[in-house]
């Protein structure tokens, strides 16, 4: 079976404690996943657990975006923003269906904290930043030129503003293209395996126990380093290494709520200052709805990830300012999440969105490695600073030579081999597929597309819809499972297919047919068919009664 071909299998406990590993990672988000990737393409012996789903919490809770962070400069963070805009650029060319570029409308009204010209200046020094980027250069304009972009602004006050461009990526799918690639190569990865333990011997941090979660086994896995890659949760995972240790975190949460685009008539993405109090705002498009974020607010790693009440006003009462037409109110919202942010501690009297986005990389006393902060759009260059680290422990004199840098820049993630989804236009009309179909799933899969489509050949009933108001087809949940480590209806209707989000009933009607496709690829019995049906238990959105404007 050649690599195109190959089911993925969770690894169970027992393949996981017979194996020898040179580094085991701890976290399945967007970091942790591509640590194991950098990893096993510098030939080690990688393997990772995640006590949830991959992407679960934070890496599949964000803005969506893959950008150089223009505000940022206003803090005079040059260095952070040069990386994370050469990361944009890479990302770009190994992931095209997943990271596509976006153009962004700033506009200034009158009392705006940043003015006109603060903001020309600033979009002229990120286009030299990322000269040679492959996105077009940003542009000044004036109230008529940004109306006409977007002519549903408020224009009372507008002084004109700004157009650049960067990046929004499928935050979710990213993790699960990494993980693929990581796979690939010989990594080997579990979810619902929980760490509850560390072990110990005289050198130091030698392994963890872990707990199966969608059963009962329990198992001690050896490596030679472990990386702890818990994002919010890291200094958790410290404390079970040193009881001691001071928290290096300051996490926040980050609120977003979804409606319909007809609703707010914007095109561009649209990055905004809320006049509530001043922070940087997005309004966003995903096809056709919008999502507003983001919220910056101090919140325990214990805590509920879910938008509370006061976030949907928030969020809602901004965007009835800058759209006024809009009058957006409760019963407009679809769907909502919120993620935290694993920031680094710094100066107490900062408020939340000020704290600096760049990550720091430590080793424990008894050796655990700690990757902590960063952001989405750095998590590349992230893991191979981690993978740097890791050599290092492993062969101190000559580990770098003997395990080299791996191509992660240039060897394309799963899916994005090409930017042509046009070879499969024909194979899937012939399917009798309808173009927004096909369309739909390059944007998912790209060239894996062919994957769903042999599905479907072999079996027709595989391209019917899983839900009346969503493009999913069966075929998915079967290639979720296949070839995507989905364990529980939850992880195929949050995180591979985005039904919780995108669906009004927030993917509940599709779950007993997902149910039941899962169950042919894991045995399920028909008790355990209801019984995964009857778990998925996403949250509504907040109810919220909300004034039209300020």
Not at 8 to 23: N, T, W
Not at 253 to 274: A, L, N, Q
Not at 378 to 393: G, I, N, Q, S, W
Not at 512 to 521: F, I, K, N, T, Y
Request: include cysteine.
């Amino acid at each position: 079976m050649n690599q195109g071909t190959r089911t993925f299998l969770r690894a169970g406990l027992a393949d996981l404690a017979a194996r020898e590993h040179d580094v085991l990672v701890v976290g399945g988000g967007i970091t942790g996943v591509g640590v194991l990737r950098d990893a096993a393409m510098r030939g080690l012996r990688a393997a990772l657990v995640d006590r949830a789903d991959f992407g679960a919490g934070t890496s599949s809770r964000s803005s969506r975006l893959i950008h150089g962070g223009l505000r940022y400069l206003e803090r005079f963070q040059w260095g952070l923003v040069f990386e994370a805009l050469r990361e944009r650029r890479i990302l770009l060319r190994i992931a095209p269906h997943l990271v596509r570029r976006l153009a962004f409308v700033v506009p200034v009204h009158q009392g705006d904290r940043v003015g006109r010209w603060k903001l020309a200046a600033g979009l002229t020094l990120y286009g030299v930043l990322a000269a040679g980027g492959n996105v077009p250069r940003p542009r000044i304009l004036g109230k008529a030129g940004l109306l006409s972009l977007e002519p549903n602004l408020r224009s009372r006050g507008l002084k004109g503003g700004g157009l650049y461009y960067d990046a929004q990526c499928d935050d979710a799918r990213l993790v699960i293209a990494t993980l693929r690639s990581a796979l690939q190569h010989g990594g080997v990865a579990a979810n619902y395996a929980e760490v509850i333990a560390l072990e110990t011997s005289a050198a130091g941090v030698s392994g963890v126990r872990v707990r199966d979660r969608l059963g009962s086994d329990e198992a001690v896995l050896k490596a030679r380093v472990i990386v702890n890659a818990t994002g919010p949760w890291s200094d958790g995972l410290r404390r079970m290494e040193d009881p001691t240790a001071n928290p290096i975190l300051r996490t926040t949460r980050g609120s977003h709520v979804v409606v319909r685009r007809s609703r707010i008539g914007h095109t561009h993405g649209i990055t905004f200052t809320s006049p509530v109090d001043g922070r940087v705002m997005f309004v966003l498009p995903w096809q056709d709805l919008s999502y507003i974020g983001t919220t910056d607010t101090d919140a325990s790693p214990d805590a509920d990830l879910s938008a509370d009440l006061a976030d949907v006003r928030y969020l809602l009462r901004s965007t009835n300012a800058l759209f006024p037409h809009a009058r957006l109110a409760e019963e407009d919202v679809i769907s909502s999440w919120a993620g935290l942010r694993p920031l680094l501690a710094s100066d107490p009297s900062l408020s939340a969105s000020a704290v600096s986005r760049e990550h720091r990389l430590l080793r424990g006393p008894k050796g655990m490695l700690t990757i902590a902060g960063g952001k989405l759009t750095t998590y590349r260059r992230m893991a191979a600073e981690v993978l740097d680290a890791v050599v290092k422990e492993l062969d101190p004199e000559a580990g770098r030579r003997r395990y080299p840098r791996a191509p992660t820049d240039e060897e394309p993630l799963v899916g994005g081999e090409s930017e042509s989804w046009e070879p499969f236009r024909h194979a899937g009309t012939e399917l009798g597929l309808p173009p927004t179909t096909l369309n739909y799933l390059f944007r998912q899969y790209g060239t894996e597309t062919a994957a769903l489509l042999n599905l479907v050949r072999t079996d027709r009933a595989l391209s019917r819809p899983i839900h009346p108001e969503h493009p999913a087809l069966a075929a998915e949940v079967i290639h979720a499972v296949r070839r995507e480590l989905a364990q529980r209806v939850e992880d195929v209707l949050d995180r591979r297919l985005h039904l919780a989000a995108e669906t009004a009933d927030q993917g509940r009607a599709a779950a007993p047919a997902v149910a039941g496709l899962m169950a042919r690829e894991l045995g399920w019995t028909t008790e355990r068919i209801r019984e995964e049906a009857a778990r998925f238990q996403p949250l509504p959105p907040p109810a919220a009664t909300v004034p039209d404007g300020l």
